[in-house]
């Protein structure tokens, strides 16, 4: 009966050591399981993973005033010029002038203003459409200048350069193995788009289209009935043939 007893110590052993095995074996299976879950959470689409967001910003620009000449300089009158037109297509609010008080060119900017408020008039901006605000300096070291500045439709993307990820094979990174794209990319494709496109409701609806062009469909519809072709031809088109080249 000690032997039987004996010869049976060490079947236990080995059946304690694999049921722990097979338990060590379970919860790592959980852990990985996991792992899969937080992953997959990332959209594989870079649209998706990289929105492109239609907000309201602000366009402005700097207009500085020496201390001893009043007015504005000819590229300045091009960048007011230039900041009235764009108000008139895109812009959604006021535009708010900030002009400088009580500093050396103070007398200077109040001669700016009204030269600025007269441009921003000949470019189509109504009087009732600026509001004039004046402004203290914090910092008396930098030259105070006059600020121009209303809030517009635009369209961002981003931030870029996020890499919470290896790119290469390694524990943490498990996109690797299943052959998906990195997080940070095409991220920098709709930052560039979203900063080039002219008019960022285009990226949400189409545009309506214009109304056709009366005289010429009813030209073309007269072709059409008497049986002639439609097509439009035109005096010179033969003259930039390549078979003509050399003659």
Known sequence: MLKSRKSADPRRALCMAGALIGLCVA???????????????????????????VQEDDRSIVVFVGRGRGGLSASQRADVMYLGQTWTREGTGVI??????NTPNARAAE??????????????????????RQYRPEDPRHMA????????????????GLWPEDLGPSINNKNYF??????????????????????????????????????RRGTAFEKYRK?????????ESDKAKLSDTGK
């Open 178 to 215: 299943d052959n998906k794209s990195y997080y940070n990319f095409g991220c920098s494709n709709q930052r560039n788009l979203a900063a080039m496109v002219d008019n960022p409701s285009d990226l949400v609806q189409p545009r309506p289209e214009t109304p056709a062009y009366a005289p």
């Open 227 to 235: 049986g002639t072709t439609t097509t439009t031809t035109y005096p």
């Open 27 to 53: 919860l790592g299976a959980c852990k990985h399981t996991t792992d899969v879950v937080t992953t997959s959470a990332v959209p594989d689409d870079y649209r998706l993973r990289h929105p492109i967001a």
């Open 111 to 132: 001669d700016s203003l009204r030269e600025i408020q007269a441009t921003l008039a000949a470019a189509g901006v109504p009087p009732r459409a600026t509001n004039v």
């Open 96 to 101: 708010s002038i900030d002009v400088p008080v």
């Open 145 to 160: 200048a006059i600020r121009l500045n209303y809030p517009k439709i635009s369209a961002v993307a981003g931030p870029c």
